[in-house]
């Protein structure tokens, strides 16, 4: 385990493994770098990638600051790029796809972009999550209620069944990693505030992304992930969108076929 110091002062925790050039992968809710999917997509690019796999900051072994903001996460990956080298690719996956985007629109110095089934809701046809569904995370959070914010999250934000949440409870090991980063939602509900109303996306989002992007989607994904992908795709000045069997990130990531994509796309 390696750390760094982010512009507030907050520790940064990362593995680094392989050789090449530098790659920064960026999770999403519930995921930090020891999260099996992230080791095995991390393995799966070292032999071509110098691979950046960090827990954001609240998670795993990193610091937290007393206040969240998207600006202090958004220094927390320019710092890991820093010290990558100056310069890197990166991959952010589901609402870390959209804390990767933002930090390219602050102008990080990201070579290229991968994004990842970031979860905007595009269509008033699709699943909405609540008005005020920051608002109830960050109660639930404040008020020492973790089981009861993954329960929110999961069903009212992600659209998973209730059932599966009972599920995910009876597996000790499971339900334990998912207890450890509860006190995360609330960020990660900050990041995708006002693109989840189920309206198209802002003209403006992504202007500043000018480095090539790829838009990747799991044609298995469920219709709204599958939407926001797309117009996000659309969107972007100079992205392309992957569509393809495997690449959805619901259930459990298919670290080799990312992995594939992802040397096809930095490479």
Same mark, same amino acid.
């Given at each position: ?67 969240? &903001? ?126 989840? &109303? ?22 298995? &994904? ?46």
């Amino acid at each position: 385990m390696n750390m760094i110091i982010s512009r507030d002062g907050t520790k940064i925790a990362y593995d680094k493994m392989g050789q090449g050039p530098a790659l920064i992968l960026v999770a999403g809710a519930f995921s930090y770098r020891k999260f099996p999917g992230q080791i095995q997509l991390a393995k799966e690019l070292s032999d071509q990638f110098t691979v950046y796999n960090y827990d954001r900051r609240g998670r795993g072994d990193s610091g937290d600051g007393e206040q969240y &903001s998207i600006e202090r996460e958004i220094q927390d990956l320019e710092a890991l790029i820093e010290e990558a080298g100056g310069k890197a690719y990166v991959w952010g996956l589901s609402s870390g796809a959209v804390l990767a985007m933002k930090a390219a629109e602050n102008g990080a110095n990201i070579t290229k972009l991968a994004l990842h089934e970031p979860p905007f809701i595009v269509k008033a046809s699709d699943r909405i999550p609540p008005a005020d569904f920051l608002d109830q995370v960050t109660r639930l959070i404040a008020e020492g209620k973790r089981a009861e914010a993954i329960k929110y999250f999961m069903t009212q934000g992600m659209g998973a069944p209730a059932f599966i949440v009972s599920m995910m409870r009876l597996m000790p090991g499971v339900w334990a990693n998912l207890m450890s980063v509860a006190h995360t939602l609330p960020y990660d509900a900050r990041l995708m505030q006002g693109y989840m &109303s189920g309206r198209a996306l802002p003209a403006h989002l992504g202007k500043g992304v000018s480095q090539p992007s790829l838009v990747l989607e799991g044609v298995e &994904s469920p219709s709204a992930l599958r939407n926001g992908a797309q117009a996000l795709a659309r969107i972007l000045p100079n992205a392309e969108l992957r569509s393809k069997k495997g690449l959805g990130h619901t259930k459990k990531l298919n670290a080799k076929l990312i992995g594939s994509e992802l040397k096809a796309f930095f490479c």
